[in-house]
């Protein structure tokens, strides 16, 4: 995650990357819901690539500034689904997916011979004003890799909960479903752990948080 105070041309391309890595994990979400048999987002005119529509603002502006927030929401109701456990898994497992879908089209360009431009490299340019195409694409890579793997983390109230709990056998999903708010005390407890510079889940998604960046972006972190 992104600590240090970012300059302007940094944080005009963090709300442009942002917008669009929300707006297409909720309509991932609400479209495959939808598939799956779930009308709750088309009916509540939710299914829609309108980045406004479903964003939490001040998720937003946290993630924009500190690189953590919750950044949008989606109806889903696993009551609809023509199969509750495979259609609920498929609905919360699209959105981390597509970013790292969209992770992998921003890295095309790097893949032809672009070079990027990582978050530090973009820290030393204070005084850069307006973002360039190499910039947008690099934090476009870094923050859906990132989404990526900080939403499939285990734990409520982030996607991976739902996918644990969906893969789990049905009896033992059953028995681990109250310790929801457990795990919700836990998340914030490590986010909190963070800001103290005891990143616990730094080095949780790190090394693959890494591979994936060096994967994308062809050079060594």
Request: hydrophobic letters at 60%; zero cysteines.
């Amino acid at each position: 995650m992104l600590f240090q105070l970012p300059s302007i041309a940094e944080l005009i391309a963090r709300v442009i990357v942002i917008l669009i890595a929300m707006d297409v994990h909720e309509f991932a979400h609400a479209y495959v819901a939808y598939r799956m048999g779930d009308t709750t987002a088309r009916d509540a005119g939710r299914m829609t690539l309108n980045p406004f529509v479903n964003i939490n603002w001040f998720g937003f502006l946290m993630w924009v500034a500190i690189g953590f927030g919750i950044l949008g929401s989606a109806p889903v109701n696993e009551y609809r689904m023509r199969d509750r456990r495979w259609g609920m898994l498929a609905a919360v497992a699209a959105g981390p997916i597509s970013n790292l879908l969209l992770a992998a089209v921003a890295a095309i360009p790097f893949w032809l011979g672009m070079r990027p431009d990582l978050p530090a490299g973009i820290q030393a340019g204070r005084a850069a004003l307006i973002p360039t195409i190499p910039q947008i694409l690099t934090i476009m890579v870094y923050f859906n890799v990132l989404l990526f793997l900080f939403n499939l983390i285990p734990l409520f109230p982030l996607d991976g909960w739902t996918v644990l709990l969906k893969l789990l056998p049905p009896d033992m999903s059953y028995r681990l479903a109250p310790y929801a708010q457990f795990s919700s005390y836990l998340f914030f407890g490590l986010i909190f752990l963070s800001f103290a510079r005891i990143d616990v889940l730094g080095a949780i998604i790190g090394p693959p948080f890494n591979f994936l960046l060096r994967f994308f972006l062809f050079r060594s972190l």
